[in-house]
C-alpha cells in the first residue's frame, strides 16, 4: 500500500513536471498491482494527454467509481482540447448529477451554454431545463437560467419533447423577473412545435402579445422565413391575424414583406412585387429578402430584372446553399431571354445533383440552341416526359422537320408536343396544320409564351393583323423580354398605324432587354424622328451605329435627325460618311448637303452641290427646288446690299430652275408658290431691273423666253397663285389678294384694288381669326379710302394677332390717323409700335412724319434713326431733306449739336447714299434729284451734281423749272462752264436776286463786263429791298468799274455803297474801299477803311480778311514782324481759321531772321484747321509750305514725308511737285534717283498749271541735273 501511494506521488511529480512518459511507467506499475486503481487510471489518463488511449482510461476510470469527478473532468478535458464536441454534452451532464464543488459546477454550466450555443445543439437546452428542475442553490439555478437564456437567444432549436420543460423553466423565470426579452424566447420556443400552425395561434394568445411590439416583428420575420422555406403558411389563416401581428410595428421591412408575401400567395404577383422592391436591402444578401423579390420576377418573367437582381445579390452572398439558388436563378433567367451561352457558363458553376429535372432540361435545350451536343444530358431524362420534347426541339433545330413530327404525334397529350408540331409544320410551310396544332397547343396551356408568338406569325402571313396582334400581345405578356416576339409585335402596330401603342412597346423593350438590340434603338429613332425629338432620336441611331458602324440607312437616319435638329456640321460628316459607304446614295445626301450650305449661308458651296446632284440626276425635284430656293436667298441678299443687278440675275436663275421643276412634276404646289414668289421679288427692285426672261407657256420648251415688265411679270404671279388656289379649291388666298394689291400699285387701276378687297373678304369669312387678312383689307381700305372700315380692320387684327407681327399693325393704324391728321393718336399707335418691335423701321418714320408736321427738331433723328435700321423710301429723303434744311442755315457749325448731326455723323455722303438708292426706285423724281445734286454739291462732287440738276430739270414741274435753272446755273458757274451757266439763268422765266446775281457773276468771269455791270444794275434797281443788299451789288459793280473804267469811277460807286448804309456800312464796302487804297499805295484810305473795320474785327466771317489786310498794309511797309505781331493777333480771336495760320507761315519764312519751324508748325495747323473750315483753302499750298518750312530749318527727313504725303492726296498740285523735287536734290542719295527726278520735273512742266516763277526753278533744275 505504501508502495502504491508513493508511486502515486511520483506520478503525480512527474505528470507536473511534464515527464509523461515515466509517469506512465509508475501508473502502470500501480496498475499491475491494483487493476482498478481510481486514481491511476486518472493519473495515466492525464499523463497520456491528447493520445486515443487517454479517453480508455478515464472511462475505465469512471466504470469504477462512477460518483467521482476527477475521471469525468479528466474526459471532458481530453474532448474540449480534440474538438469532440458532441462528446461533451452527456459529459457535462454527469458532471452536473455529481457532487461538485459549486465553484465547478458554475464553471460546467458555463462551459455547456457555450457549447450549446456554438454548436446549435438542443442538447444542451434539456440538460440545462432538467438541471432547473432539480434543487440546487440559488445561485446555481440563476446560473443556470443565464445560460439557457443564452442559448435560446442564440436561436438552438428545441426538441418537440423538451419544449413543454423549456416553456415551464421559462414560466418560472418569467414569474420572477418579467421582461420583452424573455417573451421573445417564450415565442421562439413557442414556435418550435410541430404544429405550425397551432403554434402560431398559441403565440397570438399569449396575454403579452398585443403589448410587445418586438415580440409580433419576430413573429412577422418568422412568417416570412416560413413562407419561403414552405412557399406557403402552412395552412395558417394568415388574412384573420396580419393586423393583429403588425399592429404599431415601426421601422421595420418585415411587416411591409409580410404582406407582399400575402398577395404573392393569393397570385397578385405585380402588387407583391411592387409593394417589396423599396423594403429590400439591396446591399446585403438577407435570403429571406432576396428569395422573395427574385421569386416575384420569375413569376411575372421579368427575366431582365431577375438576373440583376441575381447578379447583385451573388456579390454579396456568404451562405453557399443560397449562393447555389441564386445560380439556378441566374441560370433560368439567361435561358428564358435566350442567352444561351451565358446560361450554359452559368450551369457549369453548378453540380448536376443540385438541378432538379426540369432544370436539366432546361440545359439541354440550351446546348440545343447553341448547337452543342445535348445527348449526354438528354439521356439523364430518358425516363421523363422532357425526353420527346427535347429530341423534337433538337430535330427542329437540325431541320429534321419531318422525323419531330413522327416522334409528336406519338403523343399529342402535351401542349409542347403539339407546339413543337405546330412549329415544324411552319417551318414546312404548311400552315393549316401548323395552325390547327398550335391552336391545340394554346388550348391546353394559354401561359406558353411561344404558342402564341407562332399563331401570330400565322395570322401575320394570312394579313389578318388585328388577329395577328392579339396573339402577339399574349406573347409579349407572357415572354415580355423576346426579342422576336417585341420585334413582330411592333411590325404588326406599325401596319396597323398604332404609333402611340408601338412607342409604348419599345420604350418598355429598352428597359427590359439589355442590351438594346439593334433593331429597337434603329425604331425608337424612326419614331422620335416622326415626332420630331431630334434629341432622342440622335441617341438611337448613334446606339445603332455603335453596334454596326457600316449601317448605311442607320448613317441616313441620323443625318437627318442632326439636320433636322439644326447641327449642320455633324451633319454634313454624316451625309458624307453616307456617300462613302454608299455612292448609290450620293443624290439623295448631296441634296441634303445642299440645302446645308443654304442654311449656313454658304450659296456658292451649295449651289455647286446641287449643280453636282443635276448632272447625276437633272430631273431630281428636291434639287431643283433647293437650288431655287438657293438663289432668291442669294438675291435678297444682293438687294440687301443694294446690287439689284445681280439680285435680278439671281432671281432669273431661279425662275429657271423652279420652272423645269414645275415642267418635271407641276402638281406640287410648293413649287408654284416658290416662282410666284421669286418673280414678285423681281416686281419690288427698281424699275430699271423689274423684268425677267419667260416663256409664254411653260409647256413650250422650244419658244424664245420673252423679256417681261413688271406688270406682265405680276400678272404670271396672280396666275400662279389663282392655280394654287385652284388646286387647294379655295375661293381666294391671302397670296392671291396680295398680288392683285400690288397690281393695283403697278397700274393705278381701282378695279384691281376692288378684287383684291373681294378676295381679302372671303378669306376673312373663311377664317376671320387670320390677322394678316384683316391688316391687308385694312391697307386696301386705305387705298380705297374707307377710312372707317380700315381703322376697323386694323383694330381686328389687333385683337386676333400674336406678339411678334403687332408693330405692323400698330404702324399701319397709325399711318391711318396720320393720313387724317389726328397726330396724338398716330404717334401713340407708333409708340406702341416701337414698343412691341424697337427695329420696326415704319414705326419710327411715322413718329418722324408727325414731328416733321408739327415742326420738331426730332424729326431728324428719327429719320436718322429708321434709316439705320433699314431702307425706306420716306426715311431716305425725309433725313436728306433734313440734312438740306440744317446745311441751309450757315451757321449750323455754331451749334455743338448740330455741328455733330452734320459732321460727326457724316449726315451729307449717308444722306446721298439714301437719296442714291431712293433715286434706283424712283429715278423721275425731281424732288429726291434736287436733294442728291444739293449734297453732292456739298460734298465737292460738282460733275455728279451737275447731271442731277439736269435729271431734276428734265422731270421737273412747270412751276419748279425755275429752281432746277437756278442749281444747274449756280453749278455750271462753280465748274466754270460759264456760257451754259448763262444759259441757264437766263432761261429762268421769273427772275429773282439770287438768279440775277448769279447771272451777273457768271458775266463777269466771262469777262463781259459791261452787260455783267447792266445785270447788277437791274438787280439793284428791281429786286433788292434791303439797304445791306444795294451796298453790296454796288460793291460788286464797283469791281466791275474798276476792270474797264479805272479808280475814280470804282471809288465813286463804293462811296455810294457807304452811303447806302450810312449808319454802318458794310463789310464788304470796307473792304472795296482798303484794297483801293492798299492797290494805290493811298495809306491814307486804307487806314480809314481799317480803322471802320474794327467793328467787325470779333466777328468770325470777316476775322481773316480784317487780319489779313491789317498786316498786309505793315508788309508793304516791309515791317515784317509788326505783321507777324497783327497777324497773330488776329489768331488769338479766331484760332480755328486756317487762312490765318497759313499766311502766318508764310510771313515767318519771309522775315528777316527765317522762323523756318515755326512756318512749318503754323501750316501744319493751318491744314488741321482746314479739314472743319468753310473758307476756300488751298492744301497741297498748305502742305507744299510745311514740307519747305521743314527743309528750310534742317529736319530733311520731315520734309520729304511731307511732301510725299502731300503728293499722295494732291497730286495736280504743282507746289507739292516742287516741295519734293527740292527735298530730293538735297538728299545725298539723289543721283540714284536723277532720271526719275527729272521725268518729275518735266510731268510738272508740261501737265500742270505752274506759274512762270516756278516754271523758271524747273527749267533751272532740270540744266542742273542734266548736266551732272
Known amino acids: 500500500m505504501a508502495d502504491i501511494k508513493s508511486l502515486l506521488k511520483e506520478a503525480k511529480k512527474l505528470i507536473v513536471e511534464n515527464k509523461y512518459e515515466e509517469a506512465q511507467e509508475c501508473c502502470k506499475s500501480i496498475l499491475r498491482n491494483d487493476k482498478q486503481n481510481y486514481m491511476a487510471l486518472v493519473l495515466l489518463g492525464k499523463s497520456l494527454q491528447d493520445s486515443n488511449q487517454a479517453p480508455l482510461a478515464y472511462q475505465k476510470a469512471v466504470s469504477t467509481k462512477p460518483d467521482q469527478p476527477l475521471a469525468w473532468q479528466g474526459l471532458a478535458n481530453y474532448y474540449e482540447r480534440n474538438n469532440d464536441k458532441m462528446k461533451l454534452f452527456s459529459i457535462y451532464n454527469e458532471i452536473l448529477n455529481l457532487q461538485i464543488e459549486e465553484d465547478k459546477a458554475l464553471e460546467v454550466l458555463t462551459k455547456l451554454g457555450q457549447l450549446g450555443s456554438t454548436l446549435k445543439n438542443s442538447e444542451s437546452i434539456k440538460i440545462i431545463a432538467n438541471y432547473l428542475s432539480k434543487d440546487y442553490a440559488e445561485k446555481l439555478l440563476f446560473a443556470a437560467e443565464n445560460q439557457l437564456i443564452h442559448i435560446l437567444k442564440a436561436d438552438v432549436p428545441c426538441k418537440e419533447d423538451d419544449i413543454p420543460v423549456t416553456l415551464a423553466v421559462l414560466d418560472k423565470i418569467y414569474r420572477k423577473d418579467p421582461?420583452?426579452?424573455?417573451?421573445?424566447?417564450?415565442?421562439?420556443?413557442?414556435?418550435?412545435?410541430?404544429?405550425c400552425m397551432s403554434a402560431i395561434k398559441e403565440v397570438i394568445s399569449l396575454n403579452f402579445f398585443s403589448s410587445n411590439v418586438v415580440l409580433r416583428e419576430s413573429l412577422c420575420k418568422y412568417l416570412c422565413q416560413m413562407y419561403i422555406r414552405n412557399k406557403s403558411f402552412c395552412g395558417f389563416d394568415i388574412d384573420q391575424y396580419v393586423d393583429k401581428i403588425t399592429e404599431g410595428i415601426q421601422n421595420s421591412n418585415y411587416p411591409g414583406l409580410l404582406r407582399s408575401m400575402i398577395n404573392f400567395e393569393k397570385g397578385l404577383y405585380l402588387d407583391a412585387y411592387k409593394q417589396c422592391i423599396p423594403l429590400i436591402n439591396y446591399n446585403q444578401a438577407d435570403i429571406v429578402e432576396a428569395t422573395f423579390i427574385i421569386n416575384c420576377t420569375v413569376m411575372l418573367k421579368k427575366w431582365c430584372t431577375t438576373q440583376k437582381l441575381v447578379s447583385i445579390f451573388l456579390t454579396k452572398v456568404k451562405d453557399e446553399n443560397f449562393a447555389v439558388f441564386l445560380k439556378k436563378k441566374l441560370f433560368l433567367a439567361l435561358a428564358n431571354q435566350k442567352k444561351w451561352k451565358n446560361a450554359i457558363s452559368t450551369a457549369n458553376d453548378i453540380s448536376l445533383e443540385f438541378l432538379d429535372t426540369a432544370e436539366i432540361a432546361t440545359l439541354a435545350e440550351c446546348y440545343i440552341e447553341c448547337n452543342e451536343s445535348p445527348d449526354q444530358i438528354i439521356n439523364l431524362l430518358q425516363s421523363t416526359n422532357y425526353f420527346a420534347q427535347l429530341k423534337a426541339q433538337l430535330y427542329i433545330k437540325q431541320a429534321k422537320y419531318n422525323e419531330a413530327i413522327t416522334l409528336l404525334e406519338e403523343n399529342l397529350n402535351h401542349y409542347l408536343h403539339l407546339f413543337y408540331l405546330g412549329k415544324s409544320y411552319w417551318e414546312l410551310k404548311q400552315y393549316d396544320k401548323s395552325l390547327i396544332n398550335l391552336l391545340k397547343s394554346a388550348k391546353l396551356n394559354s401561359e406558353h409564351g411561344e404558342t402564341f408568338l407562332y399563331l401570330g406569325h400565322i395570322y401575320n402571313y394570312r394579313t389578318d393583323y388585328l388577329k395577328a396582334k392579339k396573339c402577339y400581345e399574349k406573347a409579349y405578356s407572357l415572354i415580355n423580354t423576346d426579342s422576336e416576339t417585341i420585334k413582330h409585335l411592333s411590325e404588326v402596330y406599325i401596319k396597323l398605324n398604332m404609333k402611340e401603342e408601338n412607342f409604348e412597346l419599345l420604350i418598355t423593350a429598352e428597359t427590359n432587354i439589355k442590351p438594346c438590340e439593334s433593331w429597337l434603338n434603329f425604331r425608337l429613332g424612326l419614331h422620335y424622328l416622326n415626332i420630331r425629338e431630334w434629341e432622342n432620336a440622335i441617341v438611337s441611331f448613334r446606339n445603332v451605329i455603335k453596334n454596326d458602324k457600316n449601317d448605311i440607312i442607320a448613317f441616313e437616319c441620323l443625318a437627318d435627325a442632326y439636320f433636322?435638329?439644326?447641327?449642320?456640321?455633324?451633319?454634313?460628316?454624316?451625309?458624307?460618311?453616307?456617300?462613302?459607304?454608299?455612292?448609290?446614295?450620293?443624290?439623295?445626301?448631296?441634296?441634303?448637303?445642299?440645302?446645308i450650305y443654304t442654311l449656313l449661308t454658304q450659296y456658292e458651296d451649295a449651289i455647286a452641290t446641287f449643280e453636282n446632284v443635276l448632272v447625276i440626276n437633272p430631273h431630281s425635284l428636291l434639287c431643283l427646288k433647293g437650288i431655287s430656293e438657293t438663289w432668291i436667298k442669294v438675291a435678297k441678299k444682293k438687294a440687301a446690299a443694294k446690287m439689284y443687278g445681280n439680285a435680278r440675275d439671281c432671281a432669273q436663275n431661279a425662275i429657271e430652275y423652279v420652272i423645269k421643276a414645275i415642267l418635271k412634276q407641276n402638281n406640287f404646289l410648293c413649287l408654284w408658290k416658290l416662282l410666284a414668289e421669286t418673280l414678285m421679288f423681281i416686281t419690288k427692285l427698281p424699275n430699271k431691273y423689274a423684268y425677267a426672261y419667260l416663256k409664254n407657256s411653260f409647256s413650250d420648251t422650244n419658244a424664245d423666253s420673252i423679256k417681261f415688265g413688271r406688270t406682265d411679270i405680276l400678272l404670271k404671279v396672280i396666275a400662279c397663285y389663282s392655280h394654287?388656289?385652284?388646286q387647294k379649291q379655295q375661293l381666294a388666298s391671302y397670296d392671291l389678294a396680295s398680288a392683285y394689291l400690288a397690281y393695283y400699285h403697278a397700274t393705278q387701276n381701282l378695279a384691281d384694288c376692288r378684287i383684291s378687297f373681294n378676295l381679302t373678304s372671303i378669306c376673312i369669312k373663311e377664317n376671320p381669326t387670320v390677322w394678316r387678312s384683316w391688316n391687308l383689307l385694312g391697307k386696301i381700305c386705305l387705298f380705297i379710302k374707307k377710312y372707317d372700315i380700315a381703322q376697323h380692320c386694323f383694330i381686328k387684327a389687333l385683337s386676333v394677332t400674336r406678339k411678334w407681327s403687332v408693330a405692323k399693325i400698330w404702324c399701319n393704324l397709325g399711318t391711318l390717323y396720320l393720313k387724317l391728321k389726328l397726330h396724338k393718336l398716330a404717334n401713340y399707335c407708333f409708340w406702341r409700335g416701337q414698343s412691341t418691335l424697337p427695329s420696326h423701321a415704319q414705326s419710327w418714320i411715322g413718329q418722324g412724319l408727325i414731328a416733321e408736321a408739327i415742326r420738331e427738331q426730332e424729326a431728324m433723328d428719327l429719320f436718322r434713326h429708321a434709316a439705320r435700321l433699314g431702307y425706306h423710301p420716306e426715311s431716305a429723303l425725309g433725313y436728306a431733306d433734313w440734312?438740306?434744311?440744317?446745311?441751309?442755315?450757315?451757321?449750323?457749325?455754331?451749334?455743338?449739336?448740330s455741328k455733330y448731326e452734320i459732321d460727326g455723323l457724316y449726315a451729307i455722303p449717308y444722306a446721298i447714299d439714301l437719296v442714291e438708292w431712293f433715286s434706283s426706285f424712283e429715278p423721275n423724281n425731281p424732288c429726291a434729284s434736287t436733294i442728291l445734286g444739293i449734297l453732292q454739291e456739298r460734298n465737292g462732287l460738282l460733275r455728279a451734281a451737275h447731271s442731277s440738276y439736269k435729271k431734276a430739270h428734265e422731270y421737273a414741274e412747270e412751276d419748279n423749272k425755275n429752281i432746277t435753272l437756278q442749281n444747274l446755273g449756280r453749278i455750271l458757274l462753280r465748274l466754270g462752264e460759264y456760257d451754259e451757266a448763262i444759259k441757264s439763268y437766263k432761261a429762268i422765266t421769273e427772275a429773282s436776286l439770287d438768279s440775277t446775281c448769279g447771272l451777273a457773276l457768271a458775266l463777269f468771269k466771262k469777262a463781259s463786263y459791261e452787260e455783267c455791270y447792266s445785270v447788277y444794275d437791274t438787280a439793284l434797281n428791281w429786286l433788292s429791298n434791303e439797304d445791306s443788299e444795294k451796298a453790296d451789288l454796288l460793291v460788286a459793280m464797283a469791281g466791275i468799274m474798276y476792270k474797264f473804267k479805272g479808280l475814280d469811277d470804282a471809288k465813286t460807286i463804293v462811296f455810294h455803297s457807304i452811303q447806302i448804309s450810312q449808319k454802318k456800312p458794310t463789310a464788304y464796302s470796307l473792304f472795296a474801299i482798303c484794297s483801293l487804297g492798299l492797290l494805290h499805295s493811298d495809306q491814307s484810305?486804307?487806314?480809314?477803311?481799317?480803322?471802320?473795320?474794327?467793328?467787325?474785327?470779333?466777328?468770325?466771317?470777316?476775322?481773316?480778311?480784317?487780319?489779313?489786310?491789317?498786316s498786309y498794309l505793315l508788309?508793304?511797309?516791309n515791317n515784317m514782324e509788326q505783321a507777324i505781331k497783327l497777324i497773330s493777333d488776329s489768331l488769338h480771336d479766331h484760332p480755328s481759321n486756317s487762312l490765318l495760320w497759313y499766311f502766318m507761315s508764310e510771313y515767318c519764312l519771309r522775315a528777316s531772321k527765317t522762323r523756318a519751324k515755326a512756318a512749318s508748325n503754323c501750316a501744319q495747323k493751318a491744314l488741321c484747321s482746314a479739314q472743319d473750315s468753310e473758307q476756300h483753302c488751298n492744301p497741297g499750298k498748305i502742305i507744299a509750305t510745311a514740307s519747305i518750312a521743314e527743309h528750310i530749318a534742317g529736319d530733311h527727313v520731315k520734309a520729304l514725308l511731307l511732301a510725299k504725303e502731300g503728293l499722295h492726296i494732291y497730286p495736280e498740285q504743282c507746289e507739292i511737285w516742287a516741295a519734293l523735287l527740292l527735298s530730293l536734290i538735297t538728299h545725298k542719295m539723289w543721283i540714284t534717283q536723277k532720271d526719275w527726278i527729272l521725268n518729275a520735273a518735266s510731268h510738272v512742266r508740261r501737265h500742270l498749271d505752274i506759274t512762270r516763277p516756278l516754271s523758271r526753278w524747273i527749267s533751272i533744275l532740270e540744266k542742273k541735273i542734266g548736266g551732272k
Do not use: W
Open 179 to 195: 421582461n420583452d426579452a424573455l417573451e421573445i424566447l417564450y415565442m421562439k420556443v413557442i414556435i418550435q412545435k410541430s404544429d
Open 564 to 595: 433636322s435638329r439644326g447641327s449642320y456640321t455633324s451633319a454634313l460628316r454624316a451625309y458624307n460618311k453616307v456617300i462613302t459607304l454608299d455612292p448609290n446614295r450620293t443624290v439623295h445626301c448631296l441634296t441634303r448637303i445642299g440645302y
Open 724 to 726: 394654287i388656289s385652284k
Open 883 to 897: 440734312v438740306c434744311r440744317t446745311l441751309k442755315k450757315n451757321k449750323y457749325k455754331e451749334n455743338p449739336e
Open 1085 to 1110: 484810305l486804307t487806314k480809314l477803311a481799317l480803322h471802320e473795320l474794327q467793328k467787325y474785327e470779333k466777328e468770325s466771317e470777316f476775322g481773316f480778311d480784317i487780319g489779313f489786310l491789317k
Open 1115 to 1117: 508788309v508793304c511797309e
